[in-house]
């Protein structure tokens, strides 16, 4: 409705509009006197001198630097944690990295702005924890955990599965948090709170492996039935299903270039995967009857299987089109091939085995025979490289974590502590701790220079299945 020349538009405010959009009502004429429509205009309401006052500006400052990082405009009573979730937001950290300090006093995320003493312009100092700070564990009691590595506390339990969480991992911003349960979800929750974001429903199939891509806004997830999918991490809509294998998939990852996903099948083949209309580029024959495992350089450039037999394989992707060419095959092991990881740079590749033994092999040099780490007395369940690629380190069922030399299989260390079968190993970004999982219901940080076991994560109540460090 356009109004007549003159006429004035008659306008409302109420608490649901922002008294920056009135609303506009009608016109109603207001008598035969006037030739056209009168109408009132309402006057959006006043801000009263107690509202003007309660709001504040604070300056938040690098506390290590002193360079200024964002100002935030708040009111007296919105809590410390609202202000903190503005600096994560401003500077692109996780909201549990940042510390706040006033006056050289650390602010408590539950006090209100007026109650931490805060007024306006006033300077707040933030701490950033640094990479590897949290460490997330998942277990088979149906939760998953957020711990602070510094003293061991647990910050968060991401509760809400039926049954075990086979694994749990970090979107890349540390943000967010995705599980895979066999109750036939995968959840993604939000660190910050340990909300539950979205549900991704595997159709009563028991969803096995679920993890982020590389931008951290899609989340690929193996539903233990023949097929894949990718869902939209922001709000859990599934974009793809990736369909091609003749049994049970038992795991999907992105590639690191975040294009392609690679996934492993009791078929006895991996696939590789575009991730953008879920078309299967190549299929890749697993020696065995299944493919036990499929584990990628950091670059995404070479990929290690196994199946069901004592050998490994070395795929590199050097065609033009992108595809894996098989350039190794790992044989030495008497025992089925457990687990594996490849150096950062590439030119390592560790292989764990039932025949209590760990071996590691030179990818870049041919007839290069492997160096066997011997020591173990029962299968050896995990292993990991050092940032570095100087060390190794191993978990076992006899309960014990080694470290080793990469170079010449001297052991290092012997981690001595769980009272069960270790389950995963992983070093932090800078190499000086250790994250062990067990199945005697906890995890464990160690010293990696000297051994000493610094934290026992205690709470969960099974076995631990999986243990990493946050981005």
């Not at 995705?178 to 910050?192: K, N």
């Amino acid at each position: 409705m356009v109004p007549h020349k003159g006429a004035m538009l008659f306008f409302a405010w109420d608490d649901t509009f922002p008294v920056s959009e009135p609303l506009l009502l009608s016109t109603v004429p207001q008598g035969l006197d006037h030739s056209h429509a009168v109408v009132s205009v309402a006057v959006p309401p006043q801000k009263t001198q107690l509202e003007e006052e309660s709001r504040l500006t604070v300056v938040v400052r690098s506390a290590l630097t002193n360079n200024h990082l964002v100002e935030v405009e708040l009111l007296a009573s919105d809590s410390v944690a609202h202000l903190k979730r503005d600096v994560a937001k401003a500077t692109g950290t996780s909201f549990l990295q940042v510390q706040l300090f006033h006056e050289s006093l650390k602010l408590s995320d539950t006090d209100t702005v007026a109650s931490a003493g805060l007024s306006n312009g006033c300077p707040v100092c933030a701490l950033f924890s640094t990479a590897g700070s949290l460490a997330l564990t998942a277990s088979a009691d149906g939760t998953a955990k957020l711990w602070r590595v510094s003293d061991g506390m647990c910050l968060r339990t991401f509760q809400g599965h039926a049954y075990q969480v086979m694994s749990a991992s970090f979107s890349p911003d540390g943000a967010s948090v995705v599980t895979a349960s066999l109750d036939g979800t995968a959840r993604v929750w939000h660190v910050e709170d340990g909300v539950c974001a979205h549900t991704l429903d595997g159709r009563d199939y028991q969803v096995v492996s679920a993890g982020f891509s590389p931008n951290g806004k899609a989340v690929v997830t193996a539903p233990l039935d023949e097929t894949a999918k990718i869902w939209c991490a922001k709000d859990g809509v599934c974009l793809r299903t990736l369909v091609g294998h003749r049994d049970v998939v038992l795991s999907a990852k992105f590639l690191p270039d975040g294009t392609s996903v690679v996934t492993r099948s009791v078929d006895g083949t991996a696939k590789l995967w575009r991730a953008e209309d879920a078309t299967c580029v190549q299929t890749l024959q697993c020696s065995g009857s299944e493919a036990r495992l499929v584990v990628f350089s950091v670059d995404g450039v070479m990929l290690l299987t196994t199946g069901c037999n004592h050998t490994a394989r070395v795929w590199n992707r050097s065609a033009p089109d992108g595809s894996f060419a098989l350039v190794q095959v790992l044989q030495g092991h008497s025992g089925e091939v457990t687990a594996g990881a490849f150096s950062p740079d590439g030119s390592m590749v560790v292989t764990t085995s039932a025949d209590n033994t760990a071996r590691i092999w030179q990818t870049l040099e041919e007839g290069a025979g492997p160096v066997v780490l011997r020591g173990h007395s029962a299968e050896v369940t995990a292993a990991a490289f050092a940032p570095d690629g100087g060390m190794v380190a191993s978990g076992s069922a006899d309960g014990t974590a080694r470290l080793w030399c990469a170079k010449d299989g001297a052991c290092l260390r012997m981690l001595r502590g769980h009272r069960s079968e270790v389950s995963s190993v992983a070093f932090s970004p800078d190499g000086s701790l250790l994250l062990s999982a067990s199945k005697d219901h906890t995890a464990c940080l160690w010293h990696t220079d000297d051994g000493e076991r610094v934290q026992t994560l205690q709470g969960h109540g099974d076995s631990v299945l999986s243990a990493v460090f946050s981005p």
